[in-house]
């Protein structure tokens, strides 16, 4: 099978709606800053009509990943599920404007499109409320094998772990990409999902994953343990390639025999950290699938990051391919 795809992606497809909070609107509402807080349609509905003006866009944190993808030159398809609705259409439409393959059917008679609702505190954090909706319905049934046998580096969002038949489709994805000789990438996403499910995490990670980003949290969560260095000698020959990011500290990748630890880029002034993880993710994808060192590979994710953190919105706002030629990558 040809390599028709750097980068095939399955994850939630989700609007976002990103707006400015104070600090005391997000202890007001009893969400847990930083973190992603699932909500019902009732309470998308209700806080979406307190928060300050916005942005929306098309967003999800593997789509995000296959905008990355895609801002830096690269091939992207994205598996995820839609409603068959006004958001639905939108989401589709904004992907496949970007260049990135999704072809997905919309799913008929059940929940809406998901959206997350962001408010962003002066300091740059992002709390996220997201109604799920029709995005956890991915399943088995909805996999491409060919899609599959055809993309370099299959990308799974660790969100999609809290949904049964999702959690079927990974399994499903890492066999058929395993026997093809592909490359099974996975993100943790958060470190609620890692505490949810860290026995059955830990399990697929063993059985099918190659490649697995997490941040410094997820990490230790992980492995239960306050100790960063403890927590990578856990990832450590696990999985084939591990890569752990801290924010301004960098981040670093690991293998079976080899440590790589890179700094982050600099940043002007910290705007939004929506989407920075997502980023990151794109540029080392990226790097990967096109053969480049490791080191190579975490200095485009630290790119990717970067740029995106320096505005609103969790996608690039300039073509990140330029800015990887302006760094000589």
Known sequence: MPDLYDVTAIGNAIVDVIAPAQEGFVEAHGFTKGAMNLIDEAQATSLYAAMAPGIETSGGSAGNTVAGIASLGGRAAFLGKVADDQLGEVFAHDMRAIGAAFDCASLRGGPATARSLINVTPDGQRTMCTFLGASVHVSPADIDKALIEASRIVYLEGYLFDAEAARRAFEQVAAIGQA?????????????????????????????????????????????????????????????????TRSEKGSVAVTADETVAVPAAPV??????????????????????????????????????????????????????????????
Do not use: W
């Open 180 to 244: 093809a000789g592909r490359m099974i990438a996975m993100t943790l996403s958060d470190p609620f999902v890692v505490e949810r499910h860290r026995d059955d995490l830990l399990a697929f990670i063993d059985q099918g994953v190659d490649l697995l980003f997490a941040n410094e949290e997820e990490a230790k969560s992980l492995f239960r343990t306050g100790d960063f260095d403890t927590a990578v000698a856990g990832l450590r020959g696990r999985v084939k390639i591990a890569v752990v």
């Open 268 to 329: 002007e002034k910290v705007v939004d950290t929506t989407g920075a993880g997502d980023q990151y993710a794109a540029g080392f994808m990226f790097g990967l699938a096109g053969g480049r060192p490791l080191d190579v590979c975490a200095r485009l994710g630290s790119m990717a990051a970067a740029e995106v953190i320096s505005h609103y919105g969790p996608r690039p706002q300039v073509p990140l391919k330029d800015l990887a030629a302006r760094e000589g990558y």
